[in-house]
């Protein structure tokens, strides 16, 4: 397993930016998909964004397109979640997860394989709160 530790979460008014921090133990081998997965009171965890380690492919959710940018630091063995033009909607507690993937099509946030449970490593959270 991978180890995943999130820094960065906060309060903001709506309109602001958050940027969210995931330190990763170094692989022992293989390519994975890197995630952030979100969970709001009362709902179900969700996949917001996720990238591929093999190619550096992306996906997101369709709420968060166009307004969060997920990235890697390779030097700094950190997965990043820029997050713009934040919405009352985005408070949540965030975490960072991480699987091994064979392909990117294992990263893409819709269908089966997005599911939390696909996930086999997760970070602690880290809570976002976004106020109107």
């Known amino acids: 397993q991978v180890q995943l530790e999130e820094s960065g979460g906060g309060s903001v008014q709506a309109g602001g930016s958050l940027r969210l921090s995931c330190v990763h133990s170094?692989?022992?081998?293989?390519?994975?998909?890197m995630a952030w997965f979100r969970q709001a009171p009362g709902k179900e965890r969700e996949g917001v964004a996720s990238?591929?380690?093999?190619?550096?492919?992306?996906d997101y959710a369709d709420s968060v397109k166009g307004r969060f940018t997920v990235s890697r630091d390779n030097t700094k063995n950190t997965l990043e979640l820029q997050m713009d033009n934040l919405e009352p909607e985005d408070t949540a507690i965030y975490y960072c997860?991480?699987?091994?993937?064979?392909?990117?099509?294992?990263?893409?946030?819709?269908?089966?394989?997005?599911?939390?449970?696909?996930?086999?490593?997760w970070g602690q959270g880290t809570q976002v709160t976004v106020s109107s």
């Open positions: 997860a991480a699987t091994p993937a064979g392909s990117g099509w294992w990263c893409r946030l819709q269908g089966p394989q997005a599911r939390p449970s696909e996930y086999s490593s």
């Open positions: 990238i591929y380690t093999g190619s550096g492919s992306t």
């Open positions: 170094t692989y022992t081998s293989g390519r994975y998909c």
